[in-house]
């Protein structure tokens, strides 16, 4: 079991930054990626960015690349989001997920934080 804990989220203004942090914590061993997934109210839930657990891989949707920067502190078994230039469109509530060595999709969820973007 991975327990994750969102954090960061809050409301600001068009063109503004946050930084979303994601505690890890229990079975960290068995990681092989973490992510970062939003929801809007009436859609689906849509990817944001990955990062390997060691941290030498990253992907991120065409939506927030260029814009998001997903990092990962392995001593503190911790994952960033670093959201720059927020768009409207990017107010969501925000999940931290885990993937595990062998699984071929994310099975550890956060509870989220919510992140508001007004124009």
């Known amino acids: 079991q991975v327990q994750l804990v969102e954090s960061g989220g809050g409301l600001v203004q068009a063109g503004e930054s946050l930084r979303l942090s994601c505690a890890a914590s229990?079975?960290?061993?068995?990681?092989?990626?973490m992510g970062w997934f939003r929801q809007a109210p009436g859609k689906e839930r849509e990817f944001v960015a990955t990062?390997?657990?060691?941290?030498?891989?990253?992907y991120y949707a065409d939506s927030t690349k260029g814009r998001f920067t997903i990092s990962r502190d392995t001593a503190k078994n911790m994952v960033y989001l670093q959201m720059n230039s927020l768009k409207p469109e990017d107010t969501a509530l925000y999940y931290c997920?885990?993937?595990?060595?062998?699984?071929?999709?994310?099975?550890?969820w956060g509870q989220g934080t919510q992140v508001t973007v007004s124009s």
């Open positions: 229990g079975r960290t061993s068995s990681v092989d990626r």
């Open positions: 997920a885990v993937k595990v060595l062998g699984a071929i999709r994310y099975d550890y």
């Open positions: 990062i390997s657990w060691s941290g030498t891989s990253t």
